[in-house]
């Protein structure tokens, strides 16, 4: 029952998440991890963040939790363009998730998660000109935000002891909107676009215990992800505007007393395509240090920008390495039941049509606690890092987030009381 | 309760609880305008082509109705029509048809525009019993096409008069009193919709004018008719004589005005008194306006040719669906140059300029769609009817007309 009423609100929350320069190329940038536990070691959801043997952004680990468990994390960021008074702030709900294990050999799970982040806001300087005796003072504004959300489900099931694969669907869904506007004279003259998407991934992963003796365990892990469906949808175009009440709006009181609106259907404009490999090596003392490597491609055949950049992310490539050092529940003492995660990554993303590239580097670092017979579990993270593009824009991210999962058992009879 | 349940659903909403508090904050990036969509333009077109012209006054919507003389305007006459019913009770004219109704007397009344008495001339009043359902429009009426020889001979005569009733103010009224058989024609059982019209005229030429309020203006006393009666209860038992008060609903002054100056004729003018209205016609032959554009203003700009202070003088501006005639000033029996009322504008002269902003027409013109013959400007009804305004035309090098628009393109 309260396990119902935190998914039931949760789902009802918005998703406000920080602006970026770089969420205005085509759809935004892609999510790399949805959980915070992931987050504090700067992974991919590819190697165990969450627990020893586990990550619960990889289905092919879950078989490994010793509980069911509804996970949910929130995240809180800034960004900061360099060199410029500008910081904006954003936060929002990543994921929440549900994975009931199975006899220690399956499990099931499904999430709601966030896959892009559109959310931008671009102003130009005031200019004025004369215009034969009339002055007129001019700028315009760009604004977008929305993207893609997936409602994920995921199966796991063994290969033989030590291999195990994940399968899971991703149904891609959600709308955007960008505004674009001129403000002439303190008047606002704007044009709406609004998309909405549907689309699906595939996704098989892949966990594999390589190696293993008393003093070190090397697990090896694996994605592909391919398109089902390549994300398609309905773009609704509305004429521009006079908003004479600046209420962002078109209402009776705005020029000119109709506006029409043009629906555009619009496909394979969004196919993710991706593979990526983790290591991990696990040491007698619950430290562990992973690798990860990601490619990415959008093999979309059509266009997707409606934005001040005529350009899209088309590709992107990850390289990312850490430390965790996971807690022991069954501890004495409460700072031995904390998980410690530390990493590093660098992502590089492609831009389609300009071949410009934007790097992001970061650090990472987060904590988790262990509390309550069922292993719940709160983690910390916090990123930092930047964003550049040759030559042009420079970002300063600051990313905190934090996750809860709260584990029961299942599928187990409990005694009846004497 | 489980105890872990209890535990785990209280983490849960205390979780909720701190998403909800949170909050997000938004400032702009700044970008260089190089390449991001949205545009603005402008593009400046000349009138061409631009005259006035005369038609009668149409002096049907002012708020005044004037008598006599003035600065060359001659007022001839004036029109009064009633309502075919009375002010609050409702009660038609047939009312009076009953045997048991006894019309008493009429009193028809009009006030004056002062509270004074300086010169009191006498005036006379005549009505029209064969005139049939109408005699005049009050849109359309004028000396022209008005025929004056259709109204009866005179039936009263009047002079002002103070009315002292409200203590505050002195009202001074010009009353006719009307022989009760007067309204055996309003009330006329063969035309339920009777004329119920009035001629009313000063007796003599008189060299000053006389000005009274006009059923148009705003909390003002309009021409009115009372018609006093009794009614009788039974055959011995008849009750106090009353009235019922039948207020004008359409008034107008007949007027003939002065000579056309050459001011009038060379400038673009507009004047009402004066039946004086100008036509323009600006070039936008080839224009094509984007489909998805939106003009934010295409002004019609006219400079203020009198060496004046102006306040609160509007133009009225369509544009017509004929072609106009800009060879030579002309005077017209009739208005030949129809409008396009959807597209009807009012603007003020704001320093000594008009800026008609004419973008709906524009619009329409741009995008192909509508047959440009040019825009008239004509005076509105709430300007002083006997001042004429002048504006530059298309031979002043400095101050000739011209529409300037400014529009955003997606």
């Known amino acids: 029952m309260s396990y119902r009423n935190i998914f039931i609100s949760l789902l009802l929350l918005n998703y406000i998440h920080a602006q970026s320069v770089f969420n205005a190329y085509g759809l935004g940038l892609s999510k790399s991890g949805n959980y915070a536990a992931t987050s504090g070691a700067g992974s991919i959801g590819l190697v165990p963040t969450f627990h020893p043997g586990v990550s619960l952004d990889n289905p092919a680990t879950w078989p490994g939790l010793k509980f069911t468990y509804i996970s949910g994390s929130y995240n809180s960021q800034s960004v900061s363009l360099d060199n410029r008074n500008n910081i904006t702030y954003g936060n929002g709900l990543d994921k929440i998730q549900f994975v009931i294990p199975i006899q220690d050999r399956y499990a099931i799970g499904v999430a709601l ?11 130009t300087d005031s200019s004025t000109f004369d215009f034969q005796g009339k002055n007129l003072i001019t700028n315009k504004e760009f604004r977008s935000g929305g993207g893609l959300l997936a409602g994920s489900f995921g199966i796991s099931f063994p290969m033989n002891e030590k291999m195990g694969l994940g399968f899971s669907v991703d149904r891609l869904f959600g709308s955007s909107r960008d505004e674009h506007s001129l403000v002439l004279n303190d008047i606002h003259y704007r044009m709406f676009n609004i998309r909405t998407y549907s689309g699906t991934v595939m996704n098989l992963n892949f966990a594999g215990n390589f190696y293993n003796d008393n003093d070190l365990i090397v697990l090896a892990f694996a994605r592909i992800s ?45 196919a993710p395509n991706s593979i990526s490999f983790g290591l991990n090596a696990g040491f007698r003392n619950d430290l562990n240090i992973f690798g990860e490597f990601q490619i990415w491609n959008d093999e979309a055949s059509s266009a997707n920008y409606e934005s001040i950049y005529t350009d899209q992310i088309g590709s ?84 905190f987030n934090i996750g809860l999962s709260l584990g029961d058992v299942w599928f187990l009879r409990r005694r009846e009381k004497q | 309760m489980n105890f872990f349940l209890l535990k785990n659903r209280i983490i849960g909403f205390c979780l909720i609880g701190l998403i909800i508090f949170f909050s997000c904050e938004e400032a702009a990036i700044p970008v260089k305008d190089d390449g991001i969509p949205m545009k603005l333009d402008t593009i400046s077109f000349p009138v061409i082509k631009a005259m006035s012209y005369q038609v009668p006054p149409e002096m049907g919507r002012t708020d005044l109705l004037y008598f006599g003389n003035n600065d060359g305007y001659n007022f001839s006459y004036n029109l009064i029509k009633l ?86 103010q002195t009202k001074v009224f010009l009353n006719f009193l009307l022989d009760s058989s007067i309204v055996n024609a309003f009330r006329d059982t063969n035309n339920t919709d009777f004329n119920r019209s009035f001629l009313v005229e000063l007796k003599n030429e008189e060299s000053e004018s006389f000005i009274f309020h006009s059923s148009d203006k705003v909390g003002a006393d309009g021409p009115q008719l009372k018609v006093y009666y009794r009614q009788f209860v039974s055959d011995s038992v008849v009750l106090d004589t009353t009235f019922r008060t039948y207020a004008a609903i359409e008034d107008l002054s007949i007027i003939i005005p002065p000579p056309i100056s050459t001011d009038d004729s060379s400038y673009l003018s507009v004047g009402t008194a004066m039946g004086l209205k100008s036509i323009v016609l600006v070039d936008m032959v080839d224009w094509i306006l984007d489909p998805r554009a939106i003009i934010s203003s295409a002004e019609l700009i006219f400079n203020f040719a009198l060496d004046d202070t102006l306040q609160n003088y ?65 005076p509105s009804i709430s300007n002083d009817p006997f001042r004429t305004m002048l504006f530059y035309s298309i031979d002043s090098p400095d101050y000739f007309p011209v529409m300037r628009v400014i529009y955003v393109l997606p």
Do not use: C
């Not at chain 1, 998660?113 to 102003?123: A, E, G, R, T, W």
């Not at chain 1, 930047?386 to 030559?391: A, P, Q, T, V």
């Open chain 1, 113 to 123: 998660k966030l896959v892009n982040n559109h959310n931008s806001y671009f102003k």
């Open chain 1, 226 to 270: 391919m398109t089902g469906k390549a994300v398609s949808g309905t773009l609704y175009q509305f004429d521009l505007f006079e908003d004479r009440n600046d209420n962002y709006t078109y209402d009776p009181d705005d020029y000119p007393a109709i506006v029409n609106v043009d629906t555009i259907e619009v496909s394979d404009i969004y």
């Open chain 2, 83 to 168: 309502d075919s019913s009375s002010v609050t009770a409702g009660t038609p004219f047939s009312f009076y048809n009953d045997s048991l109704i006894i019309v008493d007397s009429l009193k028809f009344s009009l006030r004056f525009d002062s509270d004074s008495i300086e010169n009191n001339p006498e005036f006379q009043l005549r009505y029209f019993p064969d005139g049939g359902d109408s005699v005049f429009n009050e849109l359309e009426s004028n000396y022209i096409n008005f025929d004056k020889s259709i109204a009866s001979t005179f039936i009263s005569t009047g002079q002002l008069e103070s009315d002292t009733t409200d203590t505050n």
């Open chain 1, 316 to 399: 992107k490539t990850h390289f990312g390495g850490g430390l965790v050092k996971f807690g022991n529940i069954g501890a004495r003492a409460w700072q031995d039941k904390l998980t410690f995660r530390l990493g590093a990554f660098k992502d590089s993303y492609g831009l389609k049509y300009s071949g410009k590239t934007i790097n992001e580097n970061g650090i990472t670092m987060g904590i988790g606690f262990k509390f309550a017979v069922t292993g719940n579990q709160l983690d910390f993270s916090y990123r930092t890092g930047s964003r550049s593009i040759n030559g042009d824009y420079k970002e300063l991210v600051k990313e």
């Open chain 2, 314 to 378: 509007t133009v009225i501006s369509y544009p017509i669906i004929n072609e106009g005639d800009f060879l030579q000033f002309s005077s017209f029996d009739k208005d030949p140059y129809d409008e396009d009322f959807n597209y009807y504008t009012s603007t003020s002269i704001v320093k000594d300029k008009l800026k008609i902003n004419h973008r709906k027409i524009a619009t329409e013109i741009g995008h192909q769609k509508y047959n440009n013959y040019g825009f008239k400007l004509e």
